[in-house]
């Protein structure tokens, strides 16, 4: 049985995402109903390495659970990809007696968790990204928040694109992934979805879909495009060239990452940071809290980074015919 944990850090790490600052409330929470004592730590690992740690008390999370971005605040931290950087990250958290540490982020911030704990320093992972491409779960912390909002501007886009009878390509967020575009694509009712997990490319096949829905008499081509694939800018061009239809890009941009988180993040939050405090209450080392078949669960650092996963085949398959049409 391991040693009991006395004091516990919390940290936001990557890409802020809304509901990360109802999951430092739960886990503030949650460890202090324990007895334990909490260290925030700012601005991820950066901030680690540069001691910018305080105690975090009740009155610390009033007020913050409706609020978008992180309290803690998030940065990228290049040193910390270091050895150096990590035994001296180690090194700080046993100086301020942190012996158990939350780290809320995506994949890239488990990594870092992964060799802190490497180093003695037991962290536990709670997956916060607006891309929910965290292998290991089904839900990530923003993706809910963020696909809402992201929605909200595309149907506001598709007004004034069926006013003026032109083609809208639309980009969302997701440098590698494509769940933010699926899932707004589908639900806008877009004509076309580029994922860059399956666009090979194919210019023409949009250009004459472009043709054909506006022969069939549509008013607007809604194409949603990931940031992943991008150059929504310059396809707008070529797209207007070859079709003669007016074609315009919007980029969605940060306003994806912030805002009012949804009562689905508030909730997953609050879930999953006190369910990390309970994993370091009981002793448990190196995990990551995850989401399977609906319920929270975790997983061994290691294992969960060695997995992979790719956009459901089915969503995709019905993304097409839906968008057919
Ligand atoms: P995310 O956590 O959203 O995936 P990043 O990939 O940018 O975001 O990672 C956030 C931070 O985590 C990095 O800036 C770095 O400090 C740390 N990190 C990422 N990869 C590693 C790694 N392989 N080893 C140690 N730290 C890492
Ligand atoms: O957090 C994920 C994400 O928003 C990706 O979708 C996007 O590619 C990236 O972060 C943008 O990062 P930055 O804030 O550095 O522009």
Not at 1 to 7: F, L, R, S, V, Y
Not at 110 to 117: E, H, N, P, T, V
Not at 126 to 147: H, K, R, W
Not at 181 to 206: F, K, S, V
């Given at each position: 049985?391991?040693?009991?944990?006395?004091?516990i850090g919390v940290l936001t790490s990557g890409g802020d995402a809304p509901?990360?600052?109802?999951?430092?409330?739960?886990?503030?929470?949650?460890?202090?109903?324990?007895?334990?004592?909490?260290?925030?730590?700012?601005?991820?690992?950066?901030?680690?390495?540069?001691?910018?740690?305080?105690?975090?008390?009740?009155?610390?999370?009033?007020?913050?659970?409706?609020?978008?971005?992180?309290?803690?605040?998030?940065?990228?931290?290049?040193?910390?990809?270091?050895?150096?950087?990590?035994?001296?990250?180690?090194?700080?958290?046993?100086?301020?007696?942190?012996?158990?540490?939350?780290?809320?982020?995506?994949?890239?911030?488990?990594?870092?968790?992964?060799?802190?704990?490497?180093?003695?320093?037991?962290?536990?992972?709670?997956?916060?990204?607006?891309?929910?491409?965290?292998?290991?779960?089904?839900?990530?912390?923003?993706?809910?928040?963020?696909?809402?909002?992201?929605?909200?501007?595309?149907?506001?886009?598709?007004?004034?694109?069926?006013?003026h009878e032109r083609c809208s390509i639309i980009e969302v967020m997701g440098?590698?992934?494509?769940?933010?575009?699926?899932?707004?694509?589908?639900?806008?009712?877009?004509?076309?979805?580029?994922?860059?997990?399956?666009?090979?490319?194919?210019?023409?096949?949009?250009?004459?879909?472009?043709?054909?829905t506006r022969k069939r008499g549509k008013k607007h081509h809604i194409i949603?495009?990931?940031?992943?694939?991008?150059?929504?800018?310059?396809?707008?061009?070529?797209?207007?060239?070859?079709?003669?239809?007016?074609?315009?890009?919007?980029?969605?941009?940060?306003?994806?990452?912030?805002?009012?988180?949804?009562?689905?993040?508030?909730?997953?939050?609050?879930?999953?940071?006190?369910?990390?405090?309970?994993?370091?209450?009981?002793?448990?080392?190196?995990?990551?809290?995850?989401?399977?078949?609906?319920?929270?669960?975790?997983?061994?650092?290691?294992?969960?980074?060695?997995?992979?996963?790719?956009?459901?085949?089915?969503?995709?398959?019905?993304?097409?015919?839906?968008?057919?049409?």
């Open positions: 049985m391991a040693n009991k944990i006395q004091t509901g990360m600052n109802a999951a430092i409330r739960a886990v503030v929470r949650a460890a202090l109903e324990k007895g334990m004592k909490v260290k925030g730590i700012f601005k991820g690992y950066q901030g680690l390495l540069d001691e910018e740690i305080i105690d975090m008390d009740k009155s610390s999370v009033s007020d913050i659970i409706q609020k978008g971005g992180t309290i803690l605040y998030t940065a990228r931290c290049m040193e910390f990809m270091t050895e150096e950087g990590q035994k001296k990250g180690a090194e700080i958290c046993r100086k301020h007696g942190i012996d158990g540490l939350v780290v809320i982020g995506g994949d890239g911030s488990f990594r870092g968790a992964q060799k802190l704990s490497g180093l003695g320093i037991n962290a536990i992972g709670v997956p916060g990204t607006i891309d929910l491409d965290i292998s290991c779960t089904e839900y990530t912390i923003g993706f809910d928040t963020a696909i809402n909002t992201a929605l909200d501007a595309i149907d506001k886009v598709r007004d004034t694109s069926t006013s440098r590698h992934a494509g769940y933010i575009a699926l899932w707004c694509g589908i639900a806008c009712g877009a004509e076309d979805i580029l994922l860059p997990e399956r666009y090979d490319g194919d210019e023409q096949t949009l250009i004459n879909h472009v043709i054909e949603i495009n990931a940031e992943g694939i991008g150059h929504s800018a310059s396809m707008a061009k070529r797209i207007e060239v070859a079709t003669g239809v007016e074609t315009r890009a919007t980029i969605l941009g940060h306003m994806q990452r912030g805002g009012t988180p949804t009562c689905k993040d508030r909730m997953m939050a609050s879930m999953m940071g006190a369910y990390a405090v309970d994993l370091l209450a009981q002793g448990k080392t190196k995990r990551v809290v995850a989401m399977k078949n609906g319920s929270i669960c975790d997983y061994d650092i290691d294992e969960a980074l060695a997995m992979t996963k790719d956009i459901d085949e089915y969503e995709f398959e019905i993304s097409q015919v839906l968008s057919k049409y």
